[in-house]
C-alpha cells in the first residue's frame, strides 16, 4: 500500500491548515502521527470505518481526523494551530486495529510561526 500526503506548509499561529493523504488501496486504519526531531513519533489522530476517532489529548478540540472511504483518503484539519505543532507528519495506514500490517507515507513538514 502506497500513502500519499499533501497539504503541509508554513502557517502562523491561531492558523489552520488541512492534510490529505490517498492510499493506493482500500485500507483498514488510516490517520496522522508526527515526529520532532530527536523525539519519538507520536499519534495524532486515527481511526477505522466506523470507529470512533483515536485522537490525541493534545490536539484533541483544535484537530479533527476523518475518513472519505469510497476515495481511500484521510484528512487531518488542523485549527488554532500552536508553534508545538511543528513536526513532520507521517500520513499512517494499517490492515488491523491490533497486530495489523503497518504502512507509512512520506512526511509532510507542517511549521507553525508564533
Known amino acids: 500500500v502506497q500513502l500519499q500526503a499533501s497539504g503541509g506548509g508554513l502557517v502562523q499561529a491561531g492558523g489552520s491548515l488541512r492534510l490529505s493523504c490517498t492510499a493506493s488501496?482500500?485500507?483498514?486504519?488510516m490517520g496522522w502521527y508526527r515526529q520532532v526531531p530527536g523525539e519519538q513519533r507520536e499519534l495524532v489522530a486515527k481511526v477505522s470505518p466506523g470507529g470512533i476517532p483515536d485522537t490525541a489529548d493534545s490536539v484533541t478540540g483544535r484537530f479533527t481526523v476523518s475518513r472519505d472511504i469510497p476515495k481511500n483518503t484521510v484528512y487531518l484539519q488542523m485549527n488554532s494551530l500552536k508553534p508545538e505543532d511543528t513536526a513532520v507528519y507521517y500520513c499512517y495506514g494499517s490492515t488491523g486495529v491490533f497486530g495489523g500490517v503497518d504502512y507509512w507515507g512520506k512526511g509532510t513538514l507542517v511549521t507553525v510561526s508564533s
Open positions: 488501496r482500500e485500507i483498514y486504519v
